[in-house]
């Protein structure tokens, strides 16, 4: 079949043009429509938002059960320099539950001045970061008890994953993924094309 220039210029850019354009509606609809909508019957709604609940459920799983439970966390308080947390905590508070402590004294209070005096606070600090140092072994595993009953890790991140705004979800997905899913349109656009000029090879092998 004899075709005209025009054919094999035509119907590979249609093709493209159609594949290009349904890789395009077909990322959007990843996330668009955010809220579902009703055409003749059926409900059209974004993947992201109609799924969001079974997406929220796998990271919480997929957190909980293998990147983040509570042997990690007290693991890397462990790491950290815990000596040196304490010791600020305690500089930081001492002197308002001093102050709350001469308060309430009333006049007995310059007592309490003339015993607690500078270099027996910073001495009394001193003990207690090393009174909790030496029992920071039972503090840990206490925490961890602690934590591991009253911190569902898996729940935790479910919750705040279902409750994550599409538009935001929209966000950092693109912010991350943005130059593939705009391969994926490209890639659409020259499959399309291929298509097409594949087509006019055949019509043009047939007989006329």
Same mark, same amino acid.
Request: glycine share 10%; aromatic share 4%.
């Given at each position: ?153 898996? &729940?935790?991140? $479910?919750?705040?994953?279902? =409750?994550?705004?599409?538009?935001? #979800?929209?966000? +950092? %997905?693109?912010? !991350? &993924?943005?130059? $593939?899913?705009?391969?994926? =349109?490209?890639?659409?656009?020259? #499959?399309?094309? +291929? %298509?097409?000029? !594949? ?10």
């Amino acid at each position: 079949m004899t075709l005209s220039p025009l054919a094999w210029i035509l119907i590979p850019v249609l093709g493209a043009w159609i594949g290009y354009g349904t890789n395009l509606i077909a990322v959007r609809m990843i996330f668009r429509p955010i809220k579902p909508i009703y055409v003749l019957g059926f409900r059209i709604q974004g993947l992201v938002g109609r799924r969001q609940a079974e997406i929220a459920r796998s990271i919480g799983g997929v957190v909980g059960d293998h990147l983040l439970n509570h042997e990690d966390m007290v693991a890397a308080l462990e790491k950290a320099d815990m000596e040196g947390v304490i010791d600020g905590m305690l500089e930081d508070r001492l002197p308002e539950v001093l102050a709350s402590l001469k308060g309430s004294l009333g006049p007995m209070a310059g007592m309490l001045d003339m015993f607690l005096t500078p270099e027996r606070i910073v001495d009394l600090r001193k003990m207690f970061v090393r009174k909790i140092m030496e029992n920071k072994e039972s503090l840990f595993s206490a925490l961890e008890s602690a934590l591991e009953k009253g911190m569902d890790v898996k &729940a935790l991140v $479910e919750t705040k994953v279902r =409750e994550f705004p599409v538009e935001r #979800l929209e966000e +950092l %997905i693109l912010m !991350v &993924a943005k130059k $593939e899913l705009r391969s994926i =349109e490209i890639l659409g656009g020259v #499959l399309g094309g +291929l %298509i097409g000029l !594949v087509q006019v090879g055949i019509l043009a092998l047939l007989p006329a």
